[in-house]
């Protein structure tokens, strides 16, 4: 198992900043190995959302509403990935959610499977 753990939101007024950290961790001193991770979000009556993903071998995408805004970025020695959220809009009010894309040593054999933090508020008044 593979546990995250994510800091950084809250209140701001639009068009101010914040910025989301998440910690990846394996459980009970697990091995694991990060393939990729990102931050979703889901706000009140939709889907949850890609927002930013960053792969380890470098690669990055964006939801083409937070492009040009959000800056995803990553810690590898850490296996910490950050969202440096600019020009907030109240459409970016949500809760936000770490994922990551991560192999676990099961025995001999590395199992991959996605995991999530709990999720952290972020609220953009107008």
């Known amino acids: 198992q593979v546990q995250l753990v994510e800091s950084g939101g809250g209140l701001v007024q639009a068009g101010g900043s914040l910025r989301l950290s998440c910690a990846a961790s394996g459980a009970s001193g697990g091995i694991f190995r990060i393939n990729a991770m990102g931050w979703y979000r889901q706000a009140p009556g939709k889907q949850r959302e890609l927002v930013a993903r960053s792969t380890s071998g470098g690669a990055t995408n964006y939801a083409d509403s937070v492009k040009g805004r959000f800056t995803i970025s990553r810690d590898g020695a850490n296996n910490t990935v950050y969202l440096q959220m600019n020009s907030l809009k109240p459409e970016d009010t949500a809760v936000y959610y770490c994922?990551?894309?991560?192999?676990?040593?099961?025995?001999?054999?590395?199992?991959?499977?996605?995991?999530w933090g709990q999720g952290t508020q972020v609220t953009v008044s107008s």
């Open positions: 994922n990551a894309d991560a192999s676990v040593l099961r025995g001999a054999v590395f199992r991959r499977s996605d995991y």
